[in-house]
């Protein structure tokens, strides 16, 4: 089982570990990110249970979308 699928598809958790490294700088460069207290990756993929689709030339994808949660 990986972080954000149960699929563990190295390739998918690799790409959402950048997206959410991005995520988490892009919150942290605006003007009032001092007031954040917690950036929270929530739903199927907050969860290990996240889906992902195979395309045909075999790359893997993210098949929803990511819930945020924002704590200030």
Not at 28 to 51: D, N
Request: glycine share 14%.
């Amino acid at each position: 089982m990986g972080k954000y699928t149960p699929d563990d598809n190295q390739e998918l958790e690799a790409r959402l570990d950048r997206v959410l490294a991005d995520a988490a700088d892009a919150v942290r460069a605006l003007p009032r990110s001092g007031h954040l207290a917690a950036l929270i990756l929530g739903g199927g993929y907050g969860r290990g249970e996240g889906g992902l689709r195979i395309y045909n030339d075999g790359r893997a994808a993210p098949y929803n979308d990511l819930d945020f949660f924002v704590i200030t």
